[in-house]
């Protein structure tokens, strides 16, 4: 089992459109958790940490469910420039740093 | 712009061949992490360092190994190099502690032939 699975992808949304994408982690030790985005060919950027009362940014809000190990991204009214690669991220910093990184959900946001 | 340059930032080699990568980390950052990243995957966590030292480091072989100078720029060098690291190699630099954002460089492209 992948320790960061997410919804295989793509999704091809119209602009407008709300999107949730779903991630779930195997590490009950896990400690900080992150969407970051890729764009095609590009190196990922953080989009937003992820907390557990949940929150929101813009257009953005994330959910964290520590007893389901369930992490949740919402896009509301989505763009065009949405369209990419959406990576869930999971720290364990007990362990050095280390960042595991989800197989990533790829976006396409059409007219 | 992340700050983070990263060089060659594109590369072919045989197996069998030993390739060095290079990476300089954001002005005040003094942590950097490798990942390799393979099409269509996420990127995979290889190893840490902080203040020079190696600080964590994922499920890759003895080959892959790596360095940290004074400056906190770092190299990761990879032995006898086999058809599979062929890949997208991303460095992320990122200051003290666990939770801080991670910077990352456009990557440099290995193609293993």
């Known amino acids: 089992r992948k320790e960061v699975e997410q919804d295989p992808g793509p999704f091809n949304v119209p602009e407008g459109a709300t999107v949730a994408f779903n991630c779930t982690y195997s590490n009950s030790a896990s400690q900080s958790f992150f969407w970051y985005r890729q764009d095609c060919r590009k190196e990922p950027k953080l989009l937003m940490s992820?907390?557990?009362s949940g929150n929101e940014d813009g257009r953005f809000t994330a959910q964290l469910n520590r007893a389901s190990q369930y992490i949740s991204l919402l896009i509301r009214d989505s763009k065009l420039s949405d369209s990419a690669t959406y990576l869930c991220v999971v720290g364990l910093y007990n362990q050095g740093g280390k960042l595991i990184f989800g197989q990533g959900t790829e976006l396409s946001v059409k007219p | 712009e992340t700050g983070v340059t990263q060089s060659p930032t594109h590369l072919i080699k045989t197996r069998g061949q030993q390739v060095t990568l290079r990476c300089s980390s954001q002005s005040g950052h003094n942590t950097v992490s490798w990942y390799q990243q393979a099409l269509g995957q996420g990127p995979q966590f290889i190893f840490q360092y902080y203040r020079e030292e190696e600080n964590g480091r994922g499920n890759f072989p003895p080959r892959f190994s790596g360095l940290q100078f004074p400056n906190y720029s770092s190299e990761l060098n990879v032995n006898a190099l086999e058809l599979d690291d062929s890949a997208l190699y991303l460095c992320?630099?990122?200051?003290?502690?666990?939770?801080?954002?991670?910077?990352f460089g456009e990557g440099s492209r290995l193609t293993v032939l």
């Open positions: 992820v907390y557990s």
């Open positions: 992320a630099s990122s200051s003290a502690g666990g939770d801080r954002e991670l910077f």
